[in-house]
Protein backbone atom coordinates (compact mmCIF):
# COMPACT_ATOMS: atom_id res chain seq x y z
CA UNK A 1 0.00 0.00 0.00
CA UNK A 2 1.22 3.32 -1.12
CA UNK A 3 1.06 6.03 1.76
CA UNK A 4 0.12 9.58 0.84
CA UNK A 5 3.82 10.87 1.94
CA UNK A 6 5.85 8.58 -0.72
CA UNK A 7 2.73 9.93 -3.29
CA UNK A 8 3.81 13.83 -2.93
CA UNK A 9 7.39 12.77 -2.87
CA UNK A 10 6.45 11.36 -6.49
CA UNK A 11 4.45 14.42 -7.10
CA UNK A 12 7.13 16.45 -5.83
CA UNK A 13 9.89 14.83 -7.94
CA UNK A 14 7.72 15.08 -11.10
CA UNK A 15 7.22 18.27 -11.45
CA UNK A 16 10.60 19.18 -10.50
CA UNK A 17 11.65 16.92 -13.29
CA UNK A 18 9.01 18.51 -15.82
CA UNK A 19 9.96 22.09 -14.65
CA UNK A 20 13.83 21.17 -15.93
CA UNK A 21 12.46 19.82 -19.32
CA UNK A 22 10.88 22.72 -20.14
CA UNK A 23 13.78 24.45 -19.00
CA UNK A 24 16.05 22.33 -21.39
CA UNK A 25 13.74 22.43 -24.44
CA UNK A 26 13.04 26.29 -24.15
CA UNK A 27 16.43 26.53 -25.22
CA UNK A 28 16.94 27.52 -28.86
CA UNK A 29 20.70 27.81 -29.22
CA UNK A 30 21.53 26.81 -32.70
CA UNK A 31 25.30 25.81 -33.72
CA UNK A 32 26.88 28.68 -36.82
CA UNK A 33 30.47 26.38 -38.33
CA UNK A 34 32.41 29.06 -41.06
CA UNK A 35 35.25 30.81 -41.55
CA UNK A 36 35.95 33.85 -40.35
CA UNK A 37 35.49 37.03 -42.82
CA UNK A 38 35.87 40.08 -40.61
CA UNK A 39 36.18 41.04 -36.95
CA UNK A 40 35.02 44.24 -35.23
CA UNK A 41 34.35 45.28 -31.36
CA UNK A 42 31.18 44.05 -31.33
CA UNK A 43 30.08 41.81 -34.17
CA UNK A 44 32.08 39.50 -36.45
CA UNK A 45 31.26 37.94 -39.69
CA UNK A 46 31.32 34.74 -40.79
CA UNK A 47 30.95 32.60 -44.18
CA UNK A 48 28.47 29.72 -43.29
CA UNK A 49 27.04 27.10 -45.70
CA UNK A 50 23.49 27.76 -45.76
CA UNK A 51 21.49 24.29 -44.33
CA UNK A 52 18.86 24.04 -47.18
CA UNK A 53 20.74 25.95 -50.22
CA UNK A 54 24.09 24.36 -49.33
CA UNK A 55 25.48 27.45 -50.77
CA UNK A 56 28.25 29.78 -48.62
CA UNK A 57 26.50 33.16 -47.30
CA UNK A 58 27.83 36.07 -44.86
CA UNK A 59 26.23 36.34 -41.42
CA UNK A 60 26.98 39.03 -38.93
CA UNK A 61 27.16 38.03 -35.53
CA UNK A 62 26.82 40.42 -33.02
CA UNK A 63 28.95 40.36 -29.59
CA UNK A 64 27.67 41.03 -26.43
CA UNK A 65 29.08 41.66 -22.88
CA UNK A 66 27.83 38.37 -21.67
CA UNK A 67 29.27 36.40 -24.96
CA UNK A 68 31.36 33.25 -23.98
CA UNK A 69 34.47 32.94 -25.55
CA UNK A 70 37.02 29.73 -25.95
CA UNK A 71 40.13 29.39 -27.32
CA UNK A 72 40.61 25.24 -27.01
CA UNK A 73 40.00 24.71 -23.34
CA UNK A 74 39.98 28.08 -21.93
CA UNK A 75 38.01 30.62 -21.52
CA UNK A 76 38.96 34.41 -23.05
CA UNK A 77 38.05 37.79 -23.31
CA UNK A 78 36.59 38.46 -26.90
CA UNK A 79 39.49 41.52 -27.30
CA UNK A 80 42.08 38.80 -26.29
CA UNK A 81 40.91 36.13 -28.15
CA UNK A 82 42.88 37.59 -31.25
CA UNK A 83 40.72 36.31 -34.13
CA UNK A 84 41.94 36.12 -37.57
CA UNK A 85 40.34 36.26 -40.76
CA UNK A 86 40.52 32.95 -42.39
CA UNK A 87 40.60 31.25 -38.90
CA UNK A 88 37.65 28.84 -38.57
CA UNK A 89 34.87 29.41 -36.11
CA UNK A 90 31.60 28.00 -34.07
CA UNK A 91 29.05 30.37 -33.04
CA UNK A 92 26.51 29.54 -30.69
CA UNK A 93 23.55 31.74 -31.16
CA UNK A 94 19.95 31.43 -28.91
CA UNK A 95 17.42 32.06 -31.32
CA UNK A 96 14.99 32.91 -27.85
CA UNK A 97 17.37 35.66 -26.77
CA UNK A 98 16.14 39.32 -27.47
CA UNK A 99 19.08 40.00 -30.25
CA UNK A 100 18.87 38.71 -33.30
CA UNK A 101 21.91 36.55 -34.15
CA UNK A 102 23.53 37.36 -31.18
CA UNK A 103 26.40 35.34 -30.59
CA UNK A 104 25.90 33.06 -27.20
CA UNK A 105 29.45 31.77 -27.28
CA UNK A 106 32.46 31.46 -29.82
CA UNK A 107 34.54 28.45 -30.08
CA UNK A 108 38.25 28.91 -31.66
CA UNK A 109 40.70 26.16 -31.88
CA UNK A 110 43.80 26.82 -29.50
CA UNK A 111 47.12 28.51 -30.66
Known amino acids: MVTRQ ?3 ALLGATVILASTMVAVVHAHEVLYRGTVLAVQPTRLQVKTID ?3 KKEEP ?5 GK ?5 RGDKAVPYTDAKIANGERIVVVV ?8 LAAELRLAAK
Do not use: I, P, Q, Y
Open 94 to 101: NHDAEGKM
Open 59 to 63: VWFSV
Open 66 to 70: DTKVK
Open 51 to 53: EKT
Open 6 to 8: ALN
